[in-house]
Structures are given as C-alpha cells and as structure tokens.
C-alpha cells in the first residue's frame, strides 16, 4: 500500500486571521490624531468667539459715538458757545469754574437762540458718581440746569480715554462781548469747537480694550451781533 504524502502550503497574509484588534502603536497614533484634530477645532472656536466679541465690542462704540457725536454737533451748529460759563471780562467766572485754555478743556458750554443751556463734561477717572458704573469711568456727561446736575451719556462698559478727550474751543474770547473801554469786540472769529474723543470699551477673552477715536471740528452757525 503506497502512502500518500500531504504538502501543506502556509497561508498568505492576506487570508490569515486577522481579529487580534489594533496594537497599541496604533492606538496611540489615533489618539494623537484625534487630540490634533480636537485642539485645532477649540482653536478655531476661540478665534471665532474673539472675533465675534471684539466685533460686538466695536459696534458699541459706535453707536455710543455716534449718538455723542451727533448731539454735540447739532447743539453747537444750531447754537452757540455759552462764554458766559468761562472767565468773563470782568475776570468773574461761570459755572464752568475754568477760563478757556489754549490746550483744550474738558467742559464744553453751549446755549440755543433761545439762549437755553447745556454743558458737556468729561468726568474724571474717579468720584464720577454720575457715570453708569465704575467700569465706565471716565464718562461724558451732560447737563441742562447750569451743571446743578450731571448725566452719563455713554453707555454701561463704555468709557472714554481722558488723556486723549478734550474740548478745543476757539476764540478763547468772547466774540459777541462789545468791550466798552475800546468800542471793539474781543473777537471777531467765528466760534468753532474741534471736539477729540476717544471711546474705549473692554471685550470679554481679549486682553486689549477696543477703541474708537474721533477728531471733528464744527462751527456755529449762529454769529449775531
């Protein structure tokens, strides 16, 4: 009886079992990519929210700027500097308390053609009890009762940078005070106001404030003698 030799043939590698799993190096490697993949999405959310909240930031500002701007501008086109709320020639002074300095004043007085007043001031950084919050100070007020009493114009989280806000009125002199010693007025100019403003709001997750600066000059239109 002859025997029968079997020949065994391995088995490829593609047919062999292959339910062992991942190995660890492999893991690891998924792990890695998805860690990359998570920290890259959380950076592209933080931008975006940044973005977002420095977007919003700005927005507020303008709009604040916007409302200030176009109420001080109106008052003094249709009106007049109030030159009786600085020094008078008598060297008496209003209730602005100030003479009108070359280099800018932080008060601004006006009056209509009905001669109703109202001033606008910067307020200091501190014991500005009339601004919305602490978080808002300075602020810019505003009064209609000769400065009895203030009120914020800017918003809440809104406030202005003092060192770079100021009132820049010109003449310093009065223009409609008929001087009797000379029979001359102490001025002939126009009055004009240049008006710098710089707003300043903080934006949450961004470490610098968003700012908003202004420079405008308006004229008065009124120039009666």
């Not at 065994?8 to 893991?27: A, C, K, V």
């Not at 990359?36 to 975006?48: G, H, K, P, W």
């Not at 919003?56 to 303008?62: A, E, F």
């Amino acid at each position: 009886m002859e025997k029968t030799t079997e020949q065994t043939h391995p088995t490829p590698p593609s047919l062999r079992d292959n339910t062992g799993g991942f190995t660890f190096i492999e893991m690891l490697l998924v792990l890695f990519i998805f860690v990359i993949l998570v920290i890259t999405a959380s950076d592209i959310f933080n931008r975006t929210q940044r973005t977002q909240a420095r977007a919003t930031g700005l927005q507020r500002l303008q709009d604040d700027m916007r409302y200030v701007v176009t109420k001080i501008t109106n008052d003094i086109r249709t009106g007049s500097v109030d030159y009786d709320c600085y020094k008078r020639p008598d060297n008496s002074l209003g209730y602005c308390n100030v003479e009108i300095f070359a280099n800018g004043n932080t008060i601004l007085a006006l009056k209509d053609a009905r001669n109703r007043k109202r001033a606008y001031r910067i307020s200091s950084a501190v014991g500005a009890n009339e601004c919305v919050d602490d978080a808002s100070k300075p602020c810019l007020l505003v009064s209609d009762n000769d400065g009895q009493t203030w009120q914020s114009m800017t918003s809440k989280s809104v406030r202005l940078d003092a060192a770079k806000s100021m009132f820049f009125i010109r003449p310093d002199k009065n223009p409609f005070y008929l001087d009797p010693a000379t029979n001359a007025y102490l001025s002939n100019e126009q009055p004009r106001v240049h008006i710098r403003l710089e707003l300043l709001s903080d934006v949450r997750g961004v470490s610098e404030s968003a700012r908003l600066p202004l420079q405008t000059t308006v004229v008065s239109r009124e120039y009666k003698r």
